[in-house]
């Protein structure tokens, strides 16, 4: 069954330094999403992309962040100055289409570790 | 403000006891409610969608229903590989994003 890779699983990271998270998702989806879960806490929306640009984004994702699909298959994830208050699980999903029983699939997530 | 609220927070079941996870929210022009799986270490997992009060879904041990305020994860006869967090998210009319509760984590015990 095809499925939403991430990577890396794990990065640990300096305050301040960049990081990029990367995702493949769905090979026929067209929407797709970061959700961050800080540890013990809800699964929070980031950010929607569709048609190579952002169609939704939440208040978590300030300046620093930003989205981008360089190619076909990849779709990533940018912060710019990590602060240790972005440590957490970051997911991707992918939709196939906006009908409304359509559901999101996501990855395993990357865990992100800001020292 | 839109909420999707999950109680209880966690229960512990005897393997073969069957129960109930509640989803209830308040989100105005709801558009589709989920439920996802969710392991230690790995990302939500489908499970289901309801769309309209009334409907029921079902997959092995676990039946979904949706009311027009909640929804219902129920267990029956649970084994210890039904142990997880299970995660109900509401999508609203005009977004699609999901806003997901906090989730329940069920612990079977054989």
């Known amino acids: 069954e095809p499925e939403v890779t991430q990577t890396p699983s794990h990065q640990v990271t300096q305050m301040g330094q960049e990081v990029i998270l990367r995702c493949v998702p769905i090979s026929n989806h067209l929407y797709f999403y970061w959700y961050r879960q800080i540890l013990g806490q809800k699964v929070e929306f980031l950010v929607s992309f569709y048609n190579n640009e952002i169609s939704e984004k939440s208040e978590i994702f300030d300046d620093q962040f930003s989205v981008e699909r360089p190619d076909g298959s990849n779709f990533t994830l940018k912060i710019r100055s990590t602060k240790l208050e972005d440590s957490a699980m970051y997911f991707c999903?992918?939709?196939?289409?906006?009908?409304?029983?359509?559901?999101?699939?996501f990855g395993d997530g990357t865990r992100l570790s800001i020292l | 403000e839109d909420q999707v609220t999950q109680s209880p927070e966690a229960l512990r079941l005897q393997e073969g006891e069957s129960s109930s996870l509640n989803c209830s929210y308040t989100?105005?022009?709801?558009?589709?409610l989920f439920w996802y799986r969710q392991d230690p270490g790995k990302g939500p997992e489908f499970l289901f969608t309801l769309y309209s009060a009334g409907e029921e879904k079902e997959k092995e041990r676990l039946k979904a229903t949706l009311t027009k305020k909640e929804s219902f994860l129920h267990i029956t006869a649970p084994k210890p590989e039904d142990s997880a967090t299970y995660l109900c998210a509401a999508r609203l009319n005009n977004d699609y994003k999901l806003s997901f509760g906090a989730g329940t984590t069920v612990t079977v015990r054989a």
């Open positions: 989100v105005s022009g709801l558009r589709g």
């Open positions: 999903a992918s939709m196939m289409d906006r009908s409304s029983n359509q559901p999101q699939h």
